[in-house]
Nanobody, 115 residues
């Protein structure tokens, strides 16, 4: 019933941009904090960006100034605008919806930054 579906991943050259989307269904979207995580092969997952139900945002130091998280509550969708991409941004990106005692995850979308 609950579903988070990421989209927008793909291959992009260094310096390029990409916008990821995560469409949620089966939850009261406005009640949830939304996060983007990423994980590269053989490395630990990390929180990239988050946005609360009250629209406060936070970012990993590695992406500050380059990435922007936003949400469209009417569309039940959270976005991650990624600019000035580097090979270090290559990873599987996962969308998370979380509220008190509950969390849901999408299946992920692959972002590859390479020339």
């Amino acid at each position: 019933q609950v579903q988070l579906v990421e989209s927008g991943g793909g291959l992009v050259q260094p310096g390029g941009s990409l916008r990821l989307s995560c469409a949620a269904s089966g939850i009261i979207f406005t009640y949830y904090n939304m996060n983007w995580y990423r994980q590269a092969p053989g490395k630990q997952g990390e929180l990239v960006a988050g946005i609360t139900s009250g629209d406060s945002t936070n970012y990993a130091d590695s992406v500050k100034g380059r990435f922007t998280i936003s949400r469209d509550n009417a569309a039940n969708t959270v976005y991650l605008q990624m600019n000035s991409l580097t090979p270090a941004d290559t990873a599987d990106y996962y969308c998370q919806a979380t509220r008190y005692g509950v969390e849901y995850w999408g299946k992920g979308t692959l972002v590859t930054v390479s020339s």
